[in-house]
């Protein structure tokens, strides 16, 4: 296979020097070759360039436009989800704070805040006949 490429490779190369050299000759010897006729006319370069600067500011400007328009789409989308989520969490905040003074607080629990304050209360007439 690497012959194979290998003769190609060379082949090829042969080609192309004569093919070169072949058009030297004929340099060499001033003589002037007819040259076929082209089947399509190609526009000046002067036009071509006209009629891409042309196209592409026209697309560039489409392109610009459409990206403005996706820019801000999707930034009023998402200021519009924030604000919804944020009056969401508020709501559940609120729900949670209701709720939790709603709530009854257990029989043991009063009694132990009861005991406590009981407790209190006895240390702080302790404290007070202590000092006088």
């Known amino acids: 296979m690497m012959y194979f490429l290998l003769i190609l490779f ?3 190369l042969t080609a192309i020097i004569l093919m070169i050299s072949r058009k030297l000759v004929i340099m060499e010897h001033d003589q002037i070759v007819d040259h076929e006729e082209v ?6 370069l002067k036009e071509i360039k006209h009629l891409m600067v042309k196209n592409m500011r026209k697309h560039g400007y489409t392109g610009l436009v459409t990206s403005l328009r996706f ?6 989308f998402l200021k519009d989800k924030y604000q919804d989520m944020k009056t969401k969490v508020k709501n559940k905040i609120q729900e949670n704070n209701t709720n939790s003074q709603n709530k009854e607080i257990s029989k043991f629990l009063k009694i132990i805040g009861d005991y406590k304050q009981k407790i ?3 240390k702080n ?3 007070k006949e202590e000092n006088l």
């Open 71 to 76: 820019y801000v789409k999707s930034t009023n």
């Open 125 to 127: 007439k302790i404290k």
């Open 10 to 12: 060379f082949a090829s």
């Open 120 to 122: 209190r209360d006895i």
């Open 39 to 44: 089947l399509f006319e190609v526009p000046f």
